[in-house]
């Protein structure tokens, strides 16, 4: 999705895809490795919501809910983070930048073992928690290396990479209760490890990308908006995110959960507001930012849709099920995803930053897969709108992973290095 324009004075014959340009910067590795995941888990997935009606059905041995939550929450996230920080890391932290083939041994112990557990999933649970804990290894080795640049970093403001740092380490925790959960078949500690990954390691680390990152994209595009950066807002962010954990958890009572939350959805959607919004949806050359600012918005109804739903439990009267979750994930975290990577890829290969026809439609169409999925998760639409959300992600993850994944094998349309 996501998908920059190349304006008519850029316009150059294109030089051939080489995988060893890769390795020519890590956003480029990191990337690539993850438009690869998550292209082929959307395929992965559309193809198993497919097959009962066509007369196939298919074998599990791992719940599929459970299936789905780890390899949607952990299985390919890392990846596109290890991409991101390891190209704006040493940036914030005042370091020179690193290359990119020390990380790829990683990377790759890290894929091939997402790679396992789509196999053992369907095979064999020792297999899936085997893969796994791959998985979890290779992420220990790029968590570890970022803990390195932290250490050499003498920057007099490291507070993001401090808490991303704390993040990866839950990630890790994570994957490893994952595994044995896998590992024991233990279904609890396996969802338990999956909420885990999700409350406590990537909405996080989204939280502080944003946090650190959207200013300077909103300053660089409307430098009227006044920075909503101060530190004091990576508290609420990050406590919003975890009152949103415990309730999908339900370890604390409805009742007490509630309020908080909304709170929380009201004041991040008075900072959307204040952004005005939809002074970014006009023109080609905001619609970047519009893409990132919706996502945010979309963090904002989650929080909401989570507030609604339990105060419906406390009443007795049920709540919205999966609603809030697929708003938050599909939503906040897919719009994000899709929009920063094409940010960083369309700046570090030499593109303008102006979205084309083709990538807004994509953006709108990912919009319309989020709301078929909360209206699954509520009961309408029934298997249709759940087969129809699959695909409209598929299309799109897809498409990214098609477009922007050629820009990265490919040198910078300027001329420059990386």
Known sequence: MAITSLLPHTAAPAAAWRPRRLLSAP???????????????????????????????????????????????????????????????????????????????????????????????????????????????????????????LRASRAPDRLHARCVLAASAVGLVSMLLGSLGLLRGDAALLRGAVQLGLWGFVGPVFAIVSHRMLPFFSAAALPQLDAWGARAWLLPLLAGLALAGLAELAWLPPWLLAPPLAVASAAILAVALRWRLERSLQGQALRLLAMLHGGFVW??????????????????????????????????????????????????????????????????LLQLGVLLRIGAALGLGGHAGLLAAAALWAVVSATWAWRCGGWLGRPRVDGRPG
């Not at 559309?46 to 041995?61: D, K, Q, S, Y």
């Not at 290779?138 to 390195?148: E, K, P, T």
């Not at 919205?320 to 719009?335: F, I, Q």
């Open 27 to 149: 956003h480029r590795l990191g990337f690539a490795f993850g438009a690869v995941l998550m292209s082929g888990a959307a395929l992965w997935w559309l193809g198993v919501i497919v097959a009962p009606g066509l007369g196939f059905e298919p074998h599990w041995a791992v719940p599929p809910t459970l299936a789905h939550g780890l390899v949607f929450t952990l299985g390919f996230m890392p990846a596109f983070m290890a991409g991101f920080l390891f190209t704006a890391g040493p940036r914030w932290l005042g370091l020179p930048g690193i290359e990119a083939g020390v990380l790829l041994t990683a990377l790759l112990q890290f894929g091939l073992g997402w790679l396992v557990v789509l196999v053992g999933v369907h095979a064999s649970a020792p297999v899936a928690a085997l893969g796994v804990s791959a998985a979890a290894c290779g992420w220990l080795r790029l968590s570890l290396r970022f803990a390195a640049l």
């Open 299 to 364: 963090l904002g109804l989650a929080l909401g849709l989570q507030a609604v739903s339990l105060t419906l439990q406390a009443l007795g009267r049920g709540g919205l099920g999966a609603a809030p979750l697929h708003a938050m994930t599909l939503g906040w975290l897919g719009c994000t995803l899709l929009a920063m990577l094409t940010r960083v890829a369309a700046a570090h290969s030499g593109r303008p930053l102006a979205i084309d026809g083709l990538g807004w439609a994509a953006y709108r």
